[in-house]
């Protein structure tokens, strides 16, 4: 089945530690994205890639960074300085100048 | 920049009523414009889009949206309400095809009472 996947579904961040959100997509899209969404607050852009070892930052990249070293995947790393980290994480990509196609979500918590 | 207003956070009707949810816009340049559904912890559904074509989009579920460039909006309709519907309904703009990414708004809940 062709896809995006997700994982963990969700995850628990103690203070001052890394995480890490993956994401995968076997679509052979170019570009992939991540967003983070709040209650009330829409999807807000991180960070996006259009194409392999390149990325560029979103609306709200400041506390996380990501890679791009495979064109399936574009895993996610919310840092220890993201001082509000608790949201819902949507991985989405799309093939150039498409439609976005968006991944199940990662629940991230902190406990 | 771009931006997009959604009127109403929670919107609700009467199984079998017509739908309608709002959306607003603010572009430079014509702009891409995309409806999503969102079901309780999950990922977002297309359920249209309007990439300067025709200006009556039809969906998917029954849903259509037209745009209107005098009014800088995007509305979603949909003639008949089924429980089924009942969701997060989110509007999204972009420019230059998306590949930058796309600007959401802050969504609409819409409830189906029966």
């Known amino acids: 089945d062709g896809g995006i996947t997700q994982s963990p579904k969700y995850l628990f961040r103690k203070e001052g530690q890394n995480v890490t959100l993956s994401c995968e997509q076997n679509l052979n899209h170019d570009a992939m994205y991540w967003y983070r969404q709040d209650p009330g607050q829409g999807l807000r852009l991180i960070y996006y890639s259009q194409i392999v070892n390149d990325f560029q930052k979103g609306d709200i990249a400041e506390g996380y960074s990501v890679s791009r070293e495979k064109k399936e995947s574009f895993p996610l790393t919310v840092t220890s300085a993201q001082k509000n980290p608790t949201a819902f994480y949507l991985c989405?990509?799309?093939?150039?100048?498409?439609?976005?196609?968006f991944g199940p979500g990662t629940r991230l918590l902190v406990l | 920049a771009q931006s997009v207003t959604q009127l109403g956070s929670h919107v609700s009707v009467s199984e079998g009523a017509l739908v309608l949810l709002r959306c607003n816009y603010s572009?430079?340049?014509?702009?891409?414009l995309f409806w999503y559904v969102q079901y309780p912890n999950q990922g977002l559904q297309l359920l249209l889009k309007y990439t300067s074509a025709a200006t009556l989009v039809k969906g998917i579920n029954g849903f259509e949206a037209e745009f209107k460039k005098s009014e800088t909006s995007f509305h979603l309709t949909k003639p008949s309400a089924h429980m089924s519907d009942a969701a997060e309904y989110f509007c999204?703009?972009?420019?230059?095809?998306?590949?930058?990414?796309?600007?959401f708004g802050k969504g609409t809940h819409l409830i189906i009472q029966p």
């Open positions: 989405a990509s799309s093939p150039s100048l498409g439609t976005q196609y």
């Open positions: 999204a703009v972009s420019v230059g095809g998306g590949a930058d990414g796309l600007t």
């Open positions: 572009s430079s340049v014509p702009p891409y």
